[in-house]
């Protein structure tokens, strides 16, 4: 390999995010069980959230708005304005919480950094996602950070194109097969998974990985042997 670049997602991948949102979903859920099951609640919630992507794109804004928009489809337009007050502290509360790193992260950087341009190639809001980048302390180790609407092909080719380097001198590393993986491969570069315990439903892919760019770890600092 001659790589240049080393990108890293953000989420479940630098620092916890996915458990927060199941924390909020378990409370949204407690909040609606007057009007349906928690499972039906869940699926509700999740089928508008699929439906707005491509309207709020990813992170905890679009996320509140479709909590409450769940909310008003559960209860048939009859919710009451105190509950969504409610959905939208829980919102704020999300936007709030703690910033953990995962184990070895902050390793796996310091020994990269000045090796490898590194980048963060992530999905969500810009500005909370700059928030949290800023608040984890991890920006300094980052020439170049990058919030994107999506992961698809295209978009990681824009992203190559403004690095001005070639997809086969980037590694992307993070822990979603389906948006760090399989497009970075696709389109001729290297990616390798690092797992988090839990992993959103819409980021679940139904097959294994095979391909002669692709490494799989059980933990990020594992990369570094690739990386040397």
């Not at 810009?126 to 999506?150: A, C, P, T, W």
């Amino acid at each position: 390999m001659s790589l240049k670049v080393i990108a890293f997602d953000a989420d479940d991948t630098l620092f916890v995010n996915e458990t927060y949102f199941l924390e909020t979903e378990e409370k949204f859920c407690e909040l609606m069980s007057d009007y349906l099951s928690h499972q039906g609640i869940a699926q509700e919630l999740f089928r508008i959230e699929i439906h707005n992507l491509k309207i709020y794109g990813y992170g905890i804004k679009a996320y509140i708005l479709s909590m409450i928009e769940a909310a008003m489809t559960i209860s048939n337009n009859t919710i009451p304005v105190e509950v969504i007050e409610k959905i939208i502290q829980y919102g704020k509360e999300l936007l709030e919480k703690p910033i953990v790193l995962l184990d070895g992260v902050e390793e796996t950087l310091k020994t990269l950094h000045g090796k490898y341009k590194l980048v963060v190639a992530t999905k969500g809001d810009l500005l909370d996602q700059r928030r949290k980048l800023h608040n984890s302390g991890l920006g300094k180790y980052f020439h170049h950070i990058e919030v994107m609407s999506d992961k698809q092909e295209q978009d990681y080719l824009d992203l190559i194109k403004r690095l001005e380097i070639k997809p086969t001198e980037f590694y992307m590393i993070g822990n979603s097969l389906k948006s760090d993986v399989l497009p970075v491969l696709a389109i001729g570069g290297y990616a390798a998974h690092v797992p988090f315990h839990t992993t959103w439903a819409h980021e679940k892919i139904d097959h294994e990985v095979k391909h002669e760019n692709f490494s799989a770890f059980e933990k990020i600092t594992e990369v570094l042997k690739k990386l040397k």
